[in-house]
Every structure is written in structure tokens, then in C-alpha cells.
């Protein structure tokens, strides 16, 4: 295989750069309030949209962290206030609303799996940032004095980059499993 523009390295270096990517995953930093700072595995993400503020249908009768539905793509996508959801500050009431919602969207299932089986959900955030790469097993569980009653169901864990601030880990699957059935 032949990469343009790319020096050529030791081998035995290649070799370990290529063992250490395998074990790497792709996760998502976003925000759900300023200095709250989240990671997503990328495994379990569609995309991220912006969708105006009216575009939302709300529906009644439902959790108050269920924000309503949305037209994605001609599809019915279930929209949820993640903040809310997480028992911490609700979207409506932070800082900085928007006249758009950064959204997030969840699927459920394997890449492989078929589309037409696969579960979606809109999950509204205060801003994206980028893409951390991360080994899984350095994942630690969280101490229990730190989290809250509502974000335990749908944390995986915490990581600590060398560059940084701690990152709470969340479970997209837990999350989709958290939405009430219509």
C-alpha cells in the first residue's frame, strides 16, 4: 500500500501506532450547560443537526424531558431535553438558548443492523465540540458521592485525558431504553 505524502517511519513504530489505534474508540464531546462536558461513543450516533426552535412538535402527556417529535427526513424522530433527562439543568432554562436546538441524534443496534429495525432519538445539547479518541479500557466507574440519582442509569463510566478535566462517559443504548413508549 502506498500513502502519499507520508514519511517513512520504522516499522516496528508502525506497527505499534496500528495495535494502539485498534484499541481506540471514537467518542463525541458535546455540553449540556457551559461547564458540564459529556463524551457519546461515536458507535451509537447518526449525526448532529440544528433544527429552529419551531420545528418541534410538542406531544402531550409525556415526560417533561421529552422536548416532542421532529420531521428527520421524512421519519418521526423523538426529541428529548438531555440536561432534563440527566437531572441537571434543562435546556429551557440555561443561559444561552438559541433559536436553534444542537441535536444529537442516537441509533440503537450495530451499524450492520437493519435500518428499518433501528430505534432513533433526538437528544438536545447546549454545543458539540469533537471527536476524543479513547482506549475503553481506561473508562473508570465513577465513585458514587458524584453522581445523581437521575444520571446513573445512563453513565458508563468517567475518563480522564492527560489534557484535561474529567469526562463523564454516557450510554447512548441506555439512553434510547429511557424513552417511553408512545
Not at 463524551?39 to 450516533?45: D, I, M, N, Y
Request: glycine content about 8%; charged content about 15%; proline content about 10%.
Amino acid at each position: 500500500m502506498v500513502q502519499h505524502g507520508l514519511s517513512q517511519t520504522n516499522p516496528a513504530t508502525t506497527s505499534l501506532e496500528t495495535q494502539d489505534r485498534h484499541q481506540l474508540e471514537q467518542f463525541l464531546r458535546f455540553r449540556l450547560i457551559p461547564d458540564t462536558t459529556l463524551l457519546l461513543p461515536v458507535s451509537q450516533l447518526t449525526e448532529v443537526i440544528t433544527i429552529p426552535v419551531g420545528q418541534i412538535v410538542p406531544i402531550p402527556q409525556m415526560p417533561s424531558w421529552v422536548m416532542g417529535v421532529y420531521n428527520w427526513r421524512g421519519e418521526i424522530l423523538w426529541m428529548i431535553d438531555l440536561g432534563e433527562l440527566l437531572g441537571l439543568t434543562p435546556w429551557q432554562q440555561q443561559p444561552q438558548v438559541t433559536p436553534i436546538y444542537r441535536t444529537i441524534v442516537l441509533h440503537s443496534g450495530a451499524i450492520s443492523q437493519n435500518k428499518a429495525h433501528r430505534q432513533h432519538l433526538g437528544a438536545v445539547v447546549s454545543g458539540v465540540d469533537d471527536i476524543e479518541w479513547c482506549n475503553p479500557n481506561d473508562i473508570q466507574s465513577p465513585p458514587g458521592s458524584t453522581m445523581t440519582s437521575n444520571l446513573a442509569p445512563f453513565l458508563r463510566g468517567y475518563w480522564l485525558p492527560p489534557h484535561g478535566d474529567m469526562l463523564v462517559v454516557l450510554d447512548g443504548e441506555a439512553i434510547l431504553a429511557a424513552m417511553p413508549k408512545p
